[in-house]
């Protein structure tokens, strides 16, 4: 089975403060993706790498930035936390080269930025 | 415009009945894949079933299938004898062909429909 984990179920952050949310996948996939998912909004796109050390920016980049160091390691950043990036984050790996190229999803990171 | 658009915010299903979810999509292209992804109270997406656009069949997976109507762009799911256990939140997404090969995995979702069985 395809394990997506995220190092944090909660995080609990102040203003200001620089976060890491840490993503892994054990799949040796090629792809890894953030996004974050806000009531009545569905899911968001913030970053995607198809590839170590590639990025392509998502739908919301803004405040956001990313680090593909590994293959299996996919980490989201933000440079200075604000109370409008309290939101539910969650990290989605796929194979790359495949017809249905599933996203698996790991279990989400629910941040509070106060 | 809403590429994916789901009208049902939540909706109550009694046990054992049958249910369908409502997803219409918007794309110009030809080529574009459609899924649908449950998330329980725990947080994490579950993948359910994916249909492609040149599919012929719908697509099945066990008590899932895809009521795939091409030229009304909708992608409805239907979940047959409901359990407690299918209470959830459910997404229906999209997956565009674009002209790069590095966007093709962009995955476009919609807003969800929360569902709960009722014993």
């Known amino acids: 089975d395809v394990k997506v984990t995220q190092s944090s179920r909660y995080l609990v952050k102040r203003t200001g403060e620089k976060v890491f949310l840490e993503c892994v996948q054990d799949?040796?996939?090629?792809?890894m993706f953030w996004y974050r998912q806000d009531p009545g909004l569905g899911l968001r796109l913030i970053y995607f790498?198809?590839?170590?050390?590639?990025?392509e920016k998502g739908d919301i980049p803004e405040g956001y930035s990313v680090s593909r160091e590994k293959k299996e390691r996919f980490s989201l950043i933000l440079e200075s936390a604000s109370t409008n990036q309290t939101s539910m984050y969650l990290c989605?790996?796929?194979?790359?080269?495949?017809?249905?190229?599933?996203?698996?999803f790991g279990a989400g990171t629910r941040l509070s930025v106060l | 415009a809403q590429k994916i658009t789901q009208t049902q915010p939540g909706m109550f299903v009694q046990e054992k009945e049958a249910v369908t979810l409502d997803c219409t999509y918007d794309?110009?292209?030809?080529?574009?894949?459609l899924f649908w992804y449950k998330q329980p109270s725990s947080g994490e997406m579950i993948f359910l079933i994916y249909?492609?656009?040149?599919?012929?069949q719908n697509a099945t997976e066990g008590r899932y299938s895809l009521n795939f109507q091409k030229a009304r762009k909708s992608a409805n799911l239907v979940i047959s004898a409901s359990q407690l256990g299918d209470s959830a939140m459910y997404f229906c997404?999209?997956?565009?062909?674009?002209?790069?090969?590095?966007?093709?995995?962009?995955?476009?979702f919609g807003t969800g429909t929360r569902l709960t069985i009722i014993p």
């Open positions: 989605a790996s796929s194979p790359g080269l495949a017809v249905k190229n599933i996203q698996y």
């Open positions: 799949m040796d996939h090629e792809n």
């Open positions: 790498s198809y590839d170590v050390k590639m990025k």
């Open positions: 794309t110009s292209d030809p080529s574009y894949g």
């Open positions: 249909q492609g656009s040149y599919d012929q």
């Open positions: 997404a999209m997956r565009e062909a674009p002209l790069s090969n590095f966007g093709n995995e962009k995955l476009t």
